[in-house]
């Protein structure tokens, strides 16, 4: 009977394993947009799962006549570097219907965060956040070497990850070890909205700071009406 036991045990523990990674496969996939080169999803096609700043790169600049899209919204822009775009919802596209026919050059998706559309950014906007983000927590402007990837990553709709990225770096840990809580949150004010904290930010982000939540401190501000009307248009 203890073996039986055992046995149904293991049984239900490799179900959930596999349940597990079942889940991270579908949550992987979550959105996708399937470009097809005649109308009625018909002929050659490529299905993409993350943006494509320039899609002569991978052979489609200006070639889809169709489209479905799965999951979340993607904004299809006529130009590359995403310019001149439109968001479009899942369905089904005859390309033919729309300003995009044959006229199509890059696309990206609109992820989800905490259930909100997650915000997009122009060229030079993304450029914006990036220096704003090293001056707030890295106390200095973003360098040379780092400013085309960190602008790319935050074009493309992966501000988050840059964010996790500078404050899990070495530099980050050395820079704020010796500064206090206050002193850091005034930095990050200064570095994203180019001012003192007041005392409603303290009230509201100064515990979070104390706690390490850096990360989510820098986002919420980001995601502010203040912030974001300081971005260029």
């Known amino acids: 009977m203890a073996s039986k036991g055992r046995t149904r045990a293991r049984r239900a523990i490799g179900t959930a394993f596999l349940i597990a990674g079942l889940s991270e496969s579908v949550l992987a996939a979550s959105t996708e947009l399937t470009l097809y080169g005649r109308p009625g999803l018909r002929g050659d096609h490529r299905t993409f799962t993350s943006g ?83 001056r707030a927590l890295l106390d200095r402007d973003v360098d040379a070497d780092s400013v085309r990837a960190a602008v790319d990553e935050i074009e493309e709709g992966r501000l988050r990850d840059q964010v996790d990225s500078i404050v899990r770096s070495p530099e980050f840990r050395s820079h704020s070890a010796p500064l206090g809580a206050e002193a850091l949150l005034d930095q990050i004010y200064q570095g994203l909205l180019g001012r003192a904290v007041d005392p409603g930010g303290t009230r509201t982000y100064l515990a979070r700071v104390r706690h390490r939540e850096y990360a989510g401190v820098v986002m919420a501000i980001i995601e502010s009406r203040e912030y974001r009307s300081r971005l260029p248009r």
């Not at 889809?64 to 299809?76: F, H, K, N, P, Q």
């Not at 998706?109 to 983000?133: C, D, M």
Request: hydrophobic fraction near 30%; include cysteine.
């Open 52 to 134: 494509e700043r320039d899609l002569d790169r991978s052979g489609w600049g200006d070639r889809a006549a169709s489209l479905r899209i799965e999951g979340d919204a993607w904004e299809l822009c006529r130009e590359a570097d995403y310019r001149e775009c439109t968001v479009f919802a899942p369905g089904v596209y005859e390309l033919r219907d729309t300003r995009f026919d044959r006229q199509l050059l890059s696309i990206r998706p609109l992820r989800k965060q905490g259930g909100g559309e997650a915000p997009t950014y122009t060229r030079p906007q993304a450029r914006y956040v990036a220096q704003s983000l090293y």
